[in-house]
Nanobody
């Protein structure tokens, strides 16, 4: 069984920064594309950023230049550094692991990020 545990969310003022962390249990981390998704109230869940086991990254246009995804394979942890936060970034952020070999998805419980003055 794979468990993903997110941390690092909270309330921040516009222009501020937060770093989200997602710790993965089990032995799948090295074989998974890790991603951060977000879901704002009344909107569909969307991909913010993803990173392959070798470190290749993808960032959504809405966060490019402000957010950076990274991973530490030795610690089974993926991070999302969020800078220059905007009210539009307010959402629940979910960690996702997609196993390359079979396409199975695992999700964390989500962490709330609120950007407000």
């Amino acid at each position: 069984q794979v468990q993903l545990v997110e941390s690092g969310g909270g309330l921040v003022q516009p222009g501020g920064s937060l770093r989200l962390s997602c710790a993965a249990s089990g032995s799948i981390f090295s074989f998974a594309v890790m991603g951060w998704y977000r879901q704002a109230p009344g909107k569909q869940r969307e991909l913010a950023a993803s990173i392959t086991p070798s470190g290749s990254t993808t960032h959504a246009d809405s966060v490019k230049g402000r957010f950076t995804i990274s991973r530490n394979n030795a610690k089974n942890t993926v991070y999302l550094q969020m800078n220059s936060l905007e009210p539009e970034d307010t959402a629940v952020y979910y960690c996702n692991a997609k196993i390359i070999l079979n396409g199975r998805d695992f999700w964390g419980q989500g962490t709330q990020v609120t950007v407000s003055s």
